[in-house]
């Protein structure tokens, strides 16, 4: 994987990458990294403000275990 150190935009392919550096990282690219603002539960809707609240809801109220799709999420 590369990653853009001043844009932070990442891909798989080499080519994808040399064809980025070739133009000047423009402001403010992709996404902001962190955490997104409000965490929404992907089941009902509802809508959180942290992820232990999401967490903690998506398991009592659906009994699910976010945080196994999480972590397959970063590494793919
Ligand atoms: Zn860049
Ligand atoms: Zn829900």
């Avoid at 980025?20 to 603002?37: A, D, F, N, V």
């Avoid at 509802?46 to 903690?56: H, K, V």
Wanted: glycine share 4%; net charge neutral; proline share 3%.
């Amino acid at each position: 994987m590369f990653i853009c150190g001043g844009c932070q935009f990442y891909t798989n392919s080499f080519e994808a990458f040399v064809e980025h550096r070739q133009i000047p990282c423009s402001s403010k690219s992709q996404k902001s990294e962190g955490e997104p603002e409000i965490f929404r539960c992907f089941t009902c809707s509802n809508a959180f403000n942290t992820s232990w609240e999401l967490l903690f809801h998506l398991r009592v109220s659906h009994e699910i275990t976010m945080y196994k799709n999480l972590k397959d999420k970063v590494a793919a």
